[in-house]
């Protein structure tokens, strides 16, 4: 039996989630003994295991990854997280709907992450002018902000700088950049402060196809501790303040069938 590269990387991949290998062991296992009883059955097996045959043995994938979604909606944007299991991908979700302002918050979050999405509002409302939002709007359409997997609880300020985008994309509904993710915290003072779990989250974004990352410049340090070769196909944005955060994630175009928010 010949288990190749692209087979090996299928069994991560659609069967584990896990910090260590112990699960993947198991999956190999299981392949292996398929095989096995394939030789005491005299029934025929590929030698040169396939993905096809992968998905045979061990069933459809559970736990295909996340990969970058399109940039045709308005305030969708992807964000990186950390978990248990190491890196991930998150899309901050927001829409706009008729109301008196109010802000809801979905996605089964934790304290932290909904007071960055408080902060990153509020920093918007008091730089209103500078984005080229009408005030008036805050008055008259409620936001709703979600994350999508509500059965997964996630928290702690890393999504900032994605909750921030995501409102600014919403509230001008100007194109978010292509194949673009971002991981930091936020201040009222309009600073983007460093987070941990960058290596885990650099990895996450490459297994998501993502381009480019944008990070705190005091991440710059975490980033070049990382062998380069993991760093292959991937631009950094070191940023400083959410303006600067912005500049690099928002294009001037607008979304297909923008609203009309005034």
Known sequence: MKLAKKQLE????GYTRESGVRGLEK???KVVRFVAKSIAMEEEYNIDLTNDDIETILGIPRMERDKYENNEVAGVVTGL???QVG???LFIESILSKGKGSLS???NLGKVMKESATIALEFIKSNA???GIDSATFDKYNI???VPEGATPKDGPSAGITMLT?????????????SIAMTGEITLRGKVLPVGGIKEKILAAKRAKVKEIILSDQNKKDVLEINQSYLKGLKFHYVREMNEVIDIALTKQKVKNAKNLA
Do not use: M, N
């Not at 919403?170 to 292509?178: A, E, G, P, S, Y």
């Open 10 to 13: 299928k069994i991560v991949e």
């Open 27 to 29: 999956q190999i296992a």
């Open 81 to 83: 997280a950390w978990t």
């Open 87 to 89: 890196g991930d991908i």
């Open 105 to 107: 918050i979905t996605g």
């Open 129 to 131: 002018e500078f984005y």
């Open 144 to 146: 709703h902000i979600h």
């Open 166 to 178: 995501s409102l600014v994309s919403l509230l001008t509904q100007r194109k978010v950049k292509k």
